[in-house]
């Protein structure tokens, strides 16, 4: 069994920053994929950033590049996704998702493992 757990969601104000954190524990797991989703109220819960673990690749969502950064620490399986520049149309609840296959990572159903969820709410 793998979890992940995600931390660092809170309020903030539009154009303030956000540091959110998923880490992977449970059975020996190696991640080939890590991906952050997100679900606004009354909307589909929409893809954000991923990262190809090996090669240390991200990739992220028009609505949020040059704003979001992942990095990650291979000696703590844990993914981070640094939020600058926040907005109001930001606030949702965000998702960590992760697979050990070599899945299209923009695809939530493909994802075979997913946290709990952690609110970030932007204040305009």
């Known amino acids: 069994q793998v979890q992940l757990v995600e931390s660092g969601g809170g309020l903030v104000q539009a154009g303030g920053s956000l540091r959110l954190s998923c880490a992977a524990s449970?059975?020996?797991?190696?991640?080939?994929?890590m991906g952050w989703f997100r679900q606004a109220p009354g909307k589909e819960r929409e893809f954000v950033a991923a990262?190809?673990?090996?090669?240390?690749?991200?990739y992220y969502a028009d609505s949020v590049k040059g704003r979001f950064t992942l990095s990650r620490d291979n000696t703590k399986n844990t993914v981070y996704l640094q939020m600058n520049s926040l907005k109001p149309e930001d606030t949702a609840v965000y998702y960590c998702?992760?697979?050990?296959?070599?899945?299209?990572?923009?695809?939530?159903?493909?994802?075979?493992?997913w946290g709990q969820g952690t609110q970030v709410t932007v204040s305009s």
């Open positions: 998702a992760a697979d050990d296959r070599y899945i299209d990572y923009v695809r939530e159903d493909e994802y075979d493992y």
């Open positions: 990262i190809r673990w090996s090669a240390g690749s991200t």
């Open positions: 449970g059975r020996t797991f190696s991640s080939n994929v």
